[in-house]
């Protein structure tokens, strides 16, 4: 992509410009984060999600909730799919066998514009 004039930079990390008022708005709304908290398991009662197992400070709790939403990486949400749940959920058959790469990198935040 081609800028016309000056190019828009972050002022500061990503992290103070976008996570953190983000993070701070939806605290204000009520919102409870549990930061060390790691999903484990799903258990299903009939044919509907019923609780999701947390380690929670490598404590073990059932969390209840009408609606849940797994913003985990494909190969955790995965592990997490049984073939109890694929026999209520067959579209998540093919989840395990996703195409998926893996990508790294490096920001580097200068002091300093640089040409
Ligand atoms: C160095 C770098 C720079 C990037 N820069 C940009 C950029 O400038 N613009 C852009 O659009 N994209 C950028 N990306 C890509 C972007 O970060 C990713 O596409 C995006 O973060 C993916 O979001 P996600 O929510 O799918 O996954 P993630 O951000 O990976 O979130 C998954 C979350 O699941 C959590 N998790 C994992 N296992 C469990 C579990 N068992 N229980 C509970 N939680 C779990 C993880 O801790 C994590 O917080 C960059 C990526 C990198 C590495």
């Excluded at 409870?32 to 073990?60: H, N, R």
């Excluded at 955790?76 to 209520?88: D, E, K, S, W």
Aim: hydrophobic share 50%; glycine share 6%; net charge neutral.
């Amino acid at each position: 992509m081609r800028w016309r004039g000056r190019r828009p930079r972050p002022q500061c990390a990503h992290d103070d410009a976008w996570l953190e008022p983000w993070f701070q708005y939806l605290l204000g709304r009520g919102v409870t984060f549990s930061m060390d908290s790691s999903v484990e398991g799903i258990t299903l009662a009939a044919a509907k999600l019923q609780s999701v197992q947390v380690l929670q400070g490598g404590a073990p709790v059932d969390v209840f909730a009408d609606y849940f939403v797994f913003a985990v990486p494909q190969e955790v949400m995965a592990a997490l799919v049984t073939p109890a749940i694929i026999v209520r959920a067959p579209s998540l058959a093919g989840i395990a066998r996703l195409d998926v790469d893996w990508m790294n990198g490096i920001q580097f935040y200068l002091n300093r514009e640089v040409p």
